[in-house]
Structure formats: C-alpha cells, structure tokens
C-alpha cells in the first residue's frame, strides 16, 4: 500500500540529516539551524525520531552564542531570527533547558530598532511600539515578532512587558481592511495589501490575546484566501493561524496533501517548508497544539 503524503513529506524532512545532527533545508545540502529547529517541530510527535531529534537539538546547542542567541550561520551572528524557532524545538527537552532559558533571556532583552514617528512621516504605523526584527539595529517587523511572542508564550512568558508591547504592536501593524502584510499598513494614505502567510503567523500569535472582534476582519480575509493557496507556507501558516482561533475551513485537511503533491511539478520543497505543512496537518489547533499536553513554565532567563 503507498505512503500518505504526510508520512512521504516526513521521510524527505528525515532524508535531510548531516552528519553531526541537525538537518539541512534541502537534498544533499548543509546543516542550518532554522531548517533543523523546523524538522524538530514537524518530527517531535514520532517516538521513533526522538534519538535523532535529541541529536538535532544538541547540534543547535553547540552553534548558539554567548549571549543565547541563535543566528542564521557562524559568518552572521546579527540574523538571529532562529533564535525563536531554537526555542521552541528545545521546549519540553529536560537536557536542553540551559540553552533555552538563555535564549529566553536574549529574546526578553532585545527589540528591534524604535523611534517616534514623526508628524510627516509616509507611514502610518507607530514606529516606537517594540517588537522584533530579523537582523540586529533593523527595525521590528510582523514574522520575526509573531515567531517571538509565540516561543515566548508557549514557554510561560505571555504576560511579560515584552510580549504584551509587541501584541500591541501586531495590532498597530494590523492592516484596515483586515490581514497583515510585512509590517507596513499605509505608506503615502495608500493601503498596502495583506499576504497570507504574515496574517497566518500574526493570527496565531495574537491567539488568547485580543478579541474575535478586533481580528475579524484579518479571519475573514484569510478564510477567502485560504482555498486558492497552492504554497507550502503561506498555506501552512494560514492554517495554523485560522486553526488557532476554531476558524480553520471544513475542507482543510484535503489541500495539505494537495499541496505535497505539487513537488512532483515544481520540485521538493525546502524543509522549513515541509515543515509547515506537517505542523499544520497534525494541528489543527494552531501551532500551541504541537504541545498538546500541559507543560511546566519554561527555567527562568538569568539575569
């Protein structure tokens, strides 16, 4: 009997080890740490994986930084936007709470770059709110922010001035007709357009911290697109953000494997990638759900 795609789509993403631990975003490639912290998530369910995905979570460790940041590759430690994802693929790991509790405290520390918006300024969004950037000394931005808040929520620390000023600022950045794009509402009086993949992110971060309500009109927009979505990511992420709100269309569960199979024309897709569609067949309640059990407060940051 043939595989199901999502068990086909996990034997790729367990195709993609190195030597070492930890994985590569593609076929034949090279470790890099988002693309393990996302096979870790889109595998952590499996008893079967857990001794590759300890080894995985090790490699990681020994490429995080004296001050707990995780970034993007030795040669830039300024794009430390893995930092999050490192998070999360360490939670619930008794051996790995160290490095997650100081990268805990890295994200609880830094902001991206702030300042009041002046009166003639072409954007409409408030530029002093605190959130996160990709890059050190940039300025915050919706995905890098949303990734933030939800490691730092689902490690216990929802309630941090940190989290709560950047759940504002989500919905400064929320865009009047509803969704979110990049981070940019109004430039010269003219409406940006939203983009799936950043409302889906938005959406789920902003879960249990705002009312139905306010994010409505973003559900509403999501709900229109979310059928003629043929990426992984965006597709993904529009899922794990209506999920999270009870919000997710009836005929969800068949456009995931839709979706894999689109490898056969265009190719296979990376494993972050991957990744997001798996994390998005197996939760259906957004990507807190990955966690279906209760779990203990993550160690406290030092300092």
């Known amino acids: ?38 096979a870790i998530l889109a595998l952590m369910a499996d008893p079967a994986q857990q001794a590759i995905i300890q080894q995985a979570r090790t490699r ?10 995780v970034s993007i590759s030795p040669e830039h430690p300024e794009a430390w936007w893995p930092t999050a994802l490192a998070i999360l693929a360490w939670h619930r790991s008794p051996e790995h709470q160290s490095p997650q509790a100081r990268a805990i405290h890295f994200l609880l520390t830094t902001t991206g770059r702030h300042w009041p918006r ?22 915050s931005w919706v995905e890098p922010t949303s990734m933030a808040m939800l490691a730092l929520q689902i ?35 003219q409406e940006l357009r939203p983009m799936p993949l950043s409302t889906g992110m938005a959406l789920n971060a902003l879960h249990r911290r705002t009312s139905r309500a306010t994010i409505q009109r973003s559900l509403a927009y999501l709900q229109a697109r979310a059928a003629g979505l043929h990426t992984p990511r965006s597709l993904g992420w529009s899922l794990l953000g209506l999920g999270a709100w009870q919000a997710r269309p009836e005929p969800a569960p068949a456009w995931i494997p839709a979706c894999l199979a689109r490898q056969a024309q265009y190719g296979a897709y990376d494993t972050p990638s991957l990744a997001v569609l798996l994390v998005a067949a197996r939760s ?20």
Request: hydrophobic letters at 35%; charged letters at 20%.
């Open 155 to 189: 490690t216990g620390y929802g309630d941090h001035p940190r989290v709560q000023e950047a759940g504002r600022m989500l919905l400064d950045r929320q865009l009047p007709q509803g969704g979110w794009n990049y981070g940019n509402t109004l430039v010269y009086d």
């Open 60 to 69: 990681l460790a020994a490429g995080q930084l004296a001050d707990g940041r």
């Open 118 to 139: 002046p009166a003639d300024s072409p954007v409409a969004h408030d530029t002093d709110i605190a959130g996160w950037s990709w890059i050190a000394q940039t300025h």
């Open 284 to 303: 259906p309640g957004g990507l807190e759900a990955i966690f279906s059990e209760p779990w203990p407060k993550a160690a406290a940051p030092k300092g």
């Open 1 to 38: 009997m043939a595989e199901d795609p999502i068990s086909q789509g996990a034997a790729q993403i367990k195709a993609r080890i190195v030597p070492g631990g930890g994985f590569a975003p593609a076929p034949q490639g090279d470790y890099r740490p988002d693309a393990t912290c996302w």
